[in-house]
């Protein structure tokens, strides 16, 4: 039931003995939130925190209902008695004890207990309680969230493990593209060759302080030309890598499809982005967002087999493939449910290999097994998807900058299925996107060299 129009109780209305009470179960994220305040131990298998960090991150939550609005959390001397899991019920209660009317502070015993009665916190917390009447409307009371990113310092640990990949950067003519190359040269990604116009190419580094007397600046007119002559270095084997600078991705794309000066090697061409959602347990890779506009069947053979073999380069040897579309049943009048079902089937008949595919799955009971099991859908994919094959490049599009813009998720991109990995990413991605997306494309260069 919706909680509206939650009134806060003034100090003069608060009387020993008022007591409140709330429950909260303790998600992932949670979890990873109290172990920051309060630290964590994993004993025979099970990871846990100790109760302090929780309840005092709960408290801080409780007493914006308890006294409310213009609470302040002033002190405590909490106790923990026990230890907290992923998926515990906890019972919090605050009980009034005394009122201090000189300093309008309010002196609660703290009470928490688990779903087995344990107890797991106790002690006096001191509460500055508020002094005039105010009204807020919730729904429910408000969530605690924690911002986690791992899979890219992961990926960019792993890449400068390794020698960095010379890569040809066509046309970094901005800041951010530039300083993409130069950050990930320091970080001992890639050996940048800036590919471009090297008055423009001087005149950013100049104005944004970068020095480039270590690197080669090979000159072209413009930004056709120099997508062209990176090609050109990919052929020749000078570079191991393209990276997009400041230019539209279709001039960079044309000089890589040209028929007999290009780069295909028998494979279509696909984007995949490698995203780091914090709300995610696991890296998550969506097909395809920048390149195929209206794929066939026979392109979403080869976007889904590039897809799964950078899975495994990215060290996940038997990917969980979800086919997308809006709805999970295979229905006649839309064509992405039977491309969808021929997928599965051709995975079934060894056309490809790798990976486990399930579909048509749409995006909830991709991604959630709460969703799955609503809708009751055993699959071995449902509900814990590490690739999302989308129908179309607008669909795909949009999934991914949605997570990016409403979910806070980081995101590489790389184009797979040419004769070298392309970084591609979009002009107003920043350095930071630039970075992660190189550490994945030195991954799959390295895999190539050891091929």
């Not at 405590?76 to 919090?92: F, M, P, Q, T, Y």
């Not at 040897?317 to 969808?340: F, G, H, N, Q, R």
């Given at each position: 039931m919706a909680i509206e129009n939650i009134e806060n109780v003034l100090f003069d209305d608060i009387a020993p003995?008022?007591?409140?009470?709330?429950?909260?179960?303790?998600?992932?994220?949670?979890?990873?939130?109290?172990?920051?305040?309060?630290?964590?131990?994993?004993?025979?298998?099970?990871?846990?925190?100790?109760?302090?960090?929780?309840?005092?991150?709960?408290?801080?939550?409780?007493?914006?209902?308890?006294?409310?609005?213009g609470s302040i959390l002033s002190s405590?001397?909490?106790?923990?008695?026990?230890?907290?899991?992923?998926?515990?019920?906890?019972?919090?209660?605050l009980f009034v004890q005394e009122k201090r009317p000189a300093t309008k502070e309010v002196v609660m015993e703290g009470h928490c207990t688990n779903q087995r009665g344990e107890v797991l916190m106790n002690g006096p917390i001191v509460v500055i309680a508020?002094?005039?009447?105010?009204?807020?409307?919730?729904?429910e009371p408000p969530q605690l969230t924690l911002r986690q990113h791992r899979v890219f310092a992961e990926l960019q640990n792993k890449a400068a493990q390794l020698s960095p990949i010379p890569t040809a950067v066509i046309h970094p003519c901005d800041r951010e593209s530039l300083l993409g190359a130069i950050d990930a040269a320091e970080a001992g990604l890639i050996i940048p060759i800036l590919v471009g116009p090297e008055a423009k190419i001087r005149a950013v580094a100049?104005?944004?302080?970068?020095?480039?007397?270590?690197?080669?600046?090979?000159?072209?007119?413009?930004?056709?030309?120099?997508?062209?002559?990176?090609?050109?270095?990919?052929?020749?084997?000078?570079?191991?890598?393209?990276?997009?600078?400041?230019?539209?991705?279709?001039?960079?794309?044309?000089?890589v499809m040209a028929s007999g000066t290009g780069l295909?090697?028998?494979?279509?061409?696909?984007h995949v982005f490698v995203m780091d959602v914090p709300a995610y347990e696991r890296p998550l890779l969506v097909t395809d967002a920048a390149i195929n506009i209206a794929p066939t069947l026979e392109d979403k053979i080869d976007i889904t087999?590039?897809?799964?073999?950078?899975?495994?380069?990215?060290?996940?040897?038997?990917?969980?493939?979800?086919?997308?579309?809006?709805?999970?049943?295979?229905?006649?009048?839309?064509?992405?449910?039977?491309?969808?079902?021929l997928l599965c089937k051709m995975a079934d008949r060894g056309q490809i290999t790798g990976g486990l595919l399930d579909g048509p799955l749409a995006f909830d009971n991709a991604i959630s097994m709460t969703a799955a099991k609503a809708k009751k859908i055993v699959s071995p994919v449902a509900g814990q998807a590490d690739i999302l094959v989308v129908p179309d490049i607008e669909a795909g599009n949009m999934l991914a900058k949605q997570?990016?813009?409403?979910?806070?998720?980081?995101?590489?991109?790389?184009?797979?299925?040419?004769?070298?990995?392309?970084?591609?990413?979009?002009?107003?991605?920043?350095?930071k996107v630039r970075l992660a997306s190189c550490a994945v494309m030195a991954l799959v260069a390295h895999h190539k060299r050891s091929k």
């Open positions: 003995g008022m007591r409140y009470q709330r429950t909260h179960v303790v998600t992932g994220n949670d979890f990873a939130l109290f172990a920051m305040l309060g630290g964590r131990q994993d004993e025979e298998g099970r990871d846990r925190v100790p109760a302090v960090g929780a309840f005092i991150a709960l408290t801080s939550s409780t007493v914006n209902f308890f006294p409310g609005n405590h001397a909490l106790k923990s008695h026990g230890w907290i899991e992923e998926g515990d019920v906890l019972n919090i209660e508020p002094v005039e009447k105010r009204v807020s409307v919730q729904s100049e104005k944004e302080g970068i020095a480039l007397a270590n690197y080669r600046i090979v000159h072209t007119e413009h930004s056709v030309a120099a997508a062209e002559k990176a090609v050109e270095l990919a052929r020749t084997g000078e570079a191991e890598a393209l990276m997009k600078g400041s230019l539209h991705t279709d001039e960079m794309m044309r000089a295909r090697a028998g494979r279509r061409l696909s087999q590039n897809a799964i073999n950078l899975a495994h380069v990215l060290g996940n040897e038997l990917p969980k493939v979800a086919i997308l579309s809006a709805v999970e049943t295979v229905y006649s009048k839309m064509p992405s449910t039977l491309d969808a079902a997570m990016s813009y409403f979910a806070g998720a980081d995101s590489a991109g790389i184009v797979l299925g040419a004769r070298v990995p392309i970084v591609l990413t979009s002009r107003a991605d920043d350095a």
